[in-house]
T-cell receptor, first 113, second 115 residues
Framework: AQSVTQPDIHITVSEGASLELRCNYS??????LFWYVQSPGQGLQLLLK??????LVQGIKGFEAEFKRSQSSFNLRKPSVHWSDAAEYFC???????????FGKGTTLSVSS | GAVVSQHPSWVICKSGTSVKIECRSL??????MFWYRQFPKQSLMLMAT?????????EQGVEKDKFLINHASLTLSTLTVTSAHPEDSSFYIC???????????FGEGSRLTVL
């Protein structure tokens, strides 16, 4: 069955420092992968997605992610974190064509000044 | 991108009453919608897949008689929490896809508090 693992429950990064959030997936075929961000009490906002093609995907708010099939990973990166990036980040994989997303448990990002 | 709207955003009800949450696709037709549940500081758990004109498909462990889903049109799915209890208090989020890319569009969520 498809699954998503986010190994880091909570990460703290200094403002201005770089960020990498890890995501590993389990899926037999080429996956559709997503990163979402959720602020407290809010809905989900799509940061970026990977369907096929270039393995380095650019998203909104300066985020990018790299799909590595050999490592079954889709890590999210940002070169310089801003205090407003503090939120919950979810990695997700589509369970099958036209079907639901399966989410990882999420990583809480805190930004220190 | 496509817009999915949920209503109400917040609802408080007494234990034993039923609550209906609506999920609408505003600018596209959604043959399939999905309902998720999120407990505080936890991930989103898929509850059910709602198909227009047919019965919903529930995930294992989700009580279909407790969480009634109706997908009466291509733009509206409803989730009714029947005989709500405090443990049903949660954040409920719906989503829909446009049928092509696999990308899901999410509503803003509905926070249910059962007293």
């Amino acid at each position: 069955a498809q699954s998503v693992t986010q190994p880091d429950i909570h990460i703290t990064v200094s403002e201005g420092a770089s960020l990498e959030l890890r995501c590993n997936y389990s899926y037999g075929a080429t996956p559709y992968l997503f990163w979402y961000v959720q602020s407290p009490g809010q809905g989900l906002q799509l940061l970026l997605k990977y369907f096929s093609g270039d393995t380095l995907v650019q998203g909104i708010k300066g985020f990018e992610a790299e799909f590595k099939r050999s490592q079954s990973s889709f890590n999210l990166r940002k070169p310089s974190v801003h205090w407003s990036d503090a939120a919950e980040y979810f990695c997700a994989v589509v369970r099958g064509a036209g079907t639901a997303l399966i989410f990882g448990k999420g990583t809480t990002l805190s930004v220190s000044s | 991108g496509a817009v999915v709207s949920q209503h109400p955003s917040w609802v408080i009800c007494k234990s034993g009453t039923s609550v209906k949450i609506e999920c609408r696709s505003l600018d596209f037709q959604a043959t399939t919608m999905f309902w998720y549940r999120q407990f505080p500081k936890q991930s989103l758990m898929l509850m059910a897949t709602s198909n227009e004109g047919s019965k919903a498909t529930y995930e294992q462990g989700v009580e279909k008689d407790k969480f009634l889903i109706n997908h009466a049109s291509l733009t509206l799915s409803t989730l009714t929490v029947t005989s709500a209890h405090p443990e049903d208090s949660s954040f409920y989020i719906c989503s829909a896809n446009t049928g092509g890319s696999g990308e899901l569009f999410f509503g803003e969520g509905s926070r249910l508090t059962v007293l």
